[in-house]
């Protein structure tokens, strides 16, 4: 039976990815995820699933930025070609937080700080910093996935994510649903990743698309 964990959490959570010795790039700005971990703003969002993908495969497919779109509802366009640390990941999402107001952006950038794996080579990290500023208070954030081998064949998918900053103390509520949304897409393509691989024996991008693209669960 396949295990989904989703945590919620009202106090001060680390994601284990910094536990799992998986390198930043140089552009991690660990002061700045330190008051990200700190905030009260709005609590971390959690959500973990086992999925029946060997390591290795997961991984590699994971990695390609111009599948993403095909497997992750959140991502209504990926501009970003290929994925390379401390680059920009340039993307269209589906879950934009829904203010009173529409608001006016500026200063927009969402950077990939951690890709790669640990010494092990049994957990990998993909990670990106965003942040921007409004006409009613600048945010920030950071969206971390981490897959980690389950020695069993299997591996284990998490997705953590958080806001801060003015804006988000102001709309935590609608941060946070916008940030839900954000999780369930994330594991939602992945359950439909386990399913091709399931049928194939395999992640061909072909496959990938005809079932995930759009995919009812």
């Known amino acids: 039976m396949k295990a989904v964990l989703l945590i919620v959490a009202l106090f001060t959570i680390i994601s284990t990815v910094a536990c799992q010795g998986v390198p930043y790039g140089t552009c991690y700005n660990k002061t700045l995820d330190q008051m990200l971990i700190d905030s009260s703003a709005m609590p971390a969002q ?35 070609t290929n994925f390379t ?3 920009r990941l340039h993307a269209a999402y589906s879950n934009a937080p829904k203010f009173p107001s529409p608001l006016n952006i500026t200063n927009s950038y969402h950077h990939i700080i951690q890709m790669g ?30 897959i980690q081998d389950a020695g069993n064949g299997g591996s284990i998918l998490e997705s953590w994510e ?25 594991i939602t393509g992945a359950v439909c990743l ?11 991008p072909n496959a990938v698309f005809a079932t995930c693209d759009p995919f009812t669960p």
Request: proline residues 4%; glycine residues 8%; hydrophobic residues 45%.
């Open 85 to 87: 640390l401390c680059g």
């Open 46 to 80: 959690i959500v973990a699933l086992s999925v029946a993908i060997p390591f290795n495969t997961l991984w590699d497919f994971f990695v390609q930025a111009q599948y993403w779109v095909w497997w992750n509802p959140l991502f209504e366009t990926m501009y970003t």
């Open 117 to 146: 794996k640990n010494p092990s080579g049994k957990v990998g990290a993909f990670a990106w910093f965003f942040a921007a500023d409004s006409n009613e208070g600048s945010f920030y954030g950071r969206h971390t996935y981490t």
């Open 194 to 204: 386990e399913r091709v691989y399931q049928t194939t024996g395999g992640l061909n």
């Open 162 to 186: 958080r806001a801060a900053g003015p804006l988000v103390e102001r709309y935590s509520v609608v941060w946070t649903a916008a940030l839900q949304e954000s999780l369930l897409d994330g």
